[in-house]
């Protein structure tokens, strides 16, 4: 079958305003219990989108590690590709795709940086030889090889033989603090249901858009 001809046709239930929480994080936790429940592959696995210095945009997917009022956060290497971009360039989005219920939410808004403190309380929850992984590995640099990064680990694991692996000041996290959020419901023939959030003076003020 080719892509051209390739057809899922979305027979779920729609959405309404009525139907969801007054506040976008609410509702993200919702839809993100039921994408558990129904079994979705890392539910938490988000794109997120970034601009480099040049205008070009970039993405990629990592693992959303907290969820509340203030934003979504995820943690990575403070020289890596997208925290540069993010450096240079703070607005980001990010989109949540779980296919399995026909459901997609983007998220927009600026990045900023957590706080020592914060990414010190994550990194402390990672097994030890993610911990190892964040010192060992110059990330998205040139490798010659796979043996070479298997040098740089056992290199770091003899200088933390017997004690606590710290976090690198290197590595830590971001947050993307939401600005709009939508929710996006696959319906039959195309016509799906979006609804959007976006602040307001004091409520989020939610609308329904076009399929």
Request: proline residues 6%.
């Amino acid at each position: 079958m080719s892509l051209a001809d390739r057809r899922s046709e979305y027979e779920t239930a729609g959405l309404d305003i009525g139907d969801v929480a007054a506040d976008p994080i609410e509702q993200w936790w919702r839809w993100y219990r039921q994408a558990e429940e129904a079994g979705a592959t890392e539910p938490n696995a988000m794109t997120v989108a970034t601009v480099d210095a040049d205008g070009l945009p970039d993405a990629r997917i990592v693992l959303a590690r907290g969820a509340d009022d203030g934003g979504i956060d995820f943690f990575t290497n403070y020289s890596s590709p997208k925290s540069r971009q993010i450096e240079t360039n703070p607005d980001g989005a990010a989109v949540f795709g779980w296919l399995q219920l026909h459901r997609q939410v983007r998220v927009r808004g600026s990045i900023e940086r957590l706080s020592p403190l914060e990414s010190d309380a994550y990194f402390a929850t990672r097994p030890r030889g993610s911990q190892i992984g964040a010192w060992a590995s110059p990330q998205s640099s040139v490798l010659v090889d796979r043996s070479e990064l298997e040098a740089l680990v056992a290199d770091v694991e003899v200088r933390f033989r017997d004690r606590p692996v710290p976090r690198p000041d290197g590595w830590g996290g971001w947050r993307l603090r939401h600005e709009t959020v939508e929710f996006w419901q696959g319906r039959p023939s195309r016509l799906h249901d979006r609804l959007r959030y976006r602040r307001g003076d004091v409520d989020w003020i939610i609308e329904r858009l076009a399929p």
